[in-house]
């Protein structure tokens, strides 16, 4: 298994890969193109205006505002929430 890895990368930004093996008898067949993001920050403030507190037995439904995301500025996006 080879490990590469791209410095400087910057923060949430979109990279494209595709890897191509080569030996003595020559290069392989190139992959599908693979696409991931660099690292993110977390955000820069937590949701607001939590409401709509509705608990059940085994549940509870809660209304936030949404995190606004800035990209531009190395926030990325948020891929969920974790209620405590």
């Not at 690292?39 to 509870?60: E, M, S």
Request: hydrophobic residues 30%.
């Amino acid at each position: 298994m080879g490990v590469f890895k791209v410095d400087k990368a910057g923060y949430y930004i979109e990279w494209h890969f595709k890897i191509q093996v080569e030996n003595n008898l020559g290069k392989g067949p190139e992959s599908p193109r693979y696409s991931a993001f660099s690292g993110q920050d977390p955000p820069k403030f937590p949701p607001a205006n939590l409401r709509d507190i509705k608990p059940g037995t085994r549940t509870v439904e809660i209304t936030w505002d949404a995190v606004k995301i800035d990209a531009n500025r190395g926030r990325g996006s948020i891929d969920g929430y974790r209620v405590c």
